[in-house]
Nanobody, 127 residues
């Protein structure tokens, strides 16, 4: 069983940067595709970014493309989300998620495809 713990959230001004981390325990992240999702108050959870377990393929939501970068360090069992040029509309609770994948290049942008979720970390961007 994979346990995920996000960190790095906080309160920042518009235009600032933050880096979120997601540390995994229980199992190594080898063979797990990973993703970041977010949920703003009163809204449904939405896809942000995903990365294959090899790290070789990534995919982003249009709203964050060019501003956010997803990466992973399998040796450290950690997933990252580097966020830059943050906007007020990026305010949300950010969740990391994992799912086993037999294909090294597989990635997933549907939340229903993921089996393991963290508790979330709050990101608040003031305008």
């Amino acid at each position: 069983q994979v346990q995920l713990l996000e960190s790095g959230g906080g309160l920042v001004q518009a235009g600032a940067s933050l880096r979120l981390s997601c540390a995994a325990s229980g199992r190594t992240l080898d063979n797990y595709a990973m993703g970041w999702f977010r949920q703003a108050p009163g809204k449904e959870r939405e896809f942000v970014a995903t990365i294959s377990w090899s790290g070789g393929r990534t995919y982003y939501a249009d709203s964050v493309k060019g501003r956010f970068t997803i990466s992973r360090d399998n040796a450290k069992n950690t997933l990252y989300l580097q966020m830059s040029d943050l906007k007020f509309e990026d305010t949300a609770v950010y969740y990391c998620a994992a799912r086993a994948s037999s294909y090294s290049g597989g990635y997933y942008y549907n939340s229903h495809d993921y089996d393991h979720w963290g508790q979330g970390t709050q990101v608040t961007v003031s305008s």
